[in-house]
């Protein structure tokens, strides 16, 4: 017995009538009959007491038939979801994004994308960016906001905006009441950064600035943590350059300042292009439409 047989019964449930029954059910009344018949055979139970003039439910056919609509029913629900998943609609993605993007992009992006697709649950992974790199790479992750690279044709990228180095420095600090901070201005600062096995983008921009200088940078603490780096310059161990997305936020007794010809870098999403999640075309289509910056 299938849920073929489950709707010859719902439909004779439903009507009490066998040619109204084998009409819904596009069918002409004698084959519909031997189909009840054999549904009854089939379970060994009588479903329906019928004469020539009625046709009424037993107590086990009133029970069968409230099971048979709920079975129909998560049946019918099923085949919607498959379709709903396999077009995107329905399912779970997982976004990896860097710390910082929380304080620029991601807020945006998710609820954009959250009121285009309410079914599709996001799971949200804040990572260091290596670790963003191979999560991409093993498929523990769907697609990611990161910082954008040289060229890698193995993913799909779309920029979502452009961010700039900053420097901080503990309040009362010499630099503190200059405006705008030129490279040579660090000469001689304990700087504070991650190291490049965490974020090589930014301690990347961050030494090709200092030499821009002729300054040769004296990393006093490598924390991991972009976080991390806000405290210890609150504690006065050092100075940072930190991405400009962190600055409108900073622990009190922090101060942000400009730099002269400040480093940028570009801020995208990306997805393998191998990536199978029928998820992922969407959330490009949504961050594209809506033009996140």
């Known amino acids: 017995m299938d849920t073929r047989h489950m709707r010859y019964f719902v439909a004779l449930a439903e009507t009490l009538h066998f040619g109204h029954a084998a009409a819904r059910m596009n069918m002409s009344q004698p084959p519909f009959s031997r189909q009840i018949s054999a549904i009854e055979k089939t379970l060994g ?3 329906f007491e019928r004469n020539s003039r009625n046709v009424a439910l037993t107590p086990a056919g009133q029970h069968f038939l409230a099971d048979c609509r709920a079975v129909l029913d998560q049946f019918d629900a099923a085949c919607r979801d498959v379709q709903l998943v396999a077009c995107g609609m329905k399912g779970e993605l997982k976004l990896g994004f860097m710390m ?3 304080h620029s992009v991601i807020p945006a992006l998710v609820r954009l994308y959250s009121e285009a697709r309410p079914d599709v649950r996001l799971i949200l992974e804040e990572r260091i960016p290596t670790d963003i790199e191979e999560m991409l790479a093993e498929g523990k992750l769907d697609a990611a906001v990161t910082f954008g690279g040289g060229p890698a044709p ?3 990228t779309l920029l979502l905006a452009r961010d700039r180095l900053c420097l901080i420095v503990p309040q009362g600090h010499r630099l503190a ?3 705008t901070i030129g490279p040579q ?11 490049a096995t965490v974020a090589p983008t930014l301690r990347t921009a961050i030494g090709l600035y200092c030499a821009s200088g002729g300054v040769t940078p004296h990393y006093a603490f490598e924390p991991r943590l972009q976080h991390t780096i806000i405290r210890l310059v609150q504690e006065g161990l050092g100075v940072a350059l930190i991405p400009q997305s962190l600055c409108d936020d900073l622990a009190e007794g922090v101060v942000s300042r400009r730099l002269d010809d400040a480093p940028e870098f570009d801020v995208v999403l990306c997805a393998s292009r191998a990536a199978k999640n029928p998820a992922v075309p969407q959330l490009f289509e949504v961050a594209g439409r809506a033009g996140v910056d």
């Open 177 to 179: 009441g200059v405006e």
């Open 154 to 156: 193995h993913l799909r």
């Open 100 to 102: 910082h993007a929380a």
């Open 45 to 47: 139970v009588r479903l």
């Open 185 to 195: 201005s660090l000469a001689g600062e304990r700087l504070i950064a991650a190291p």
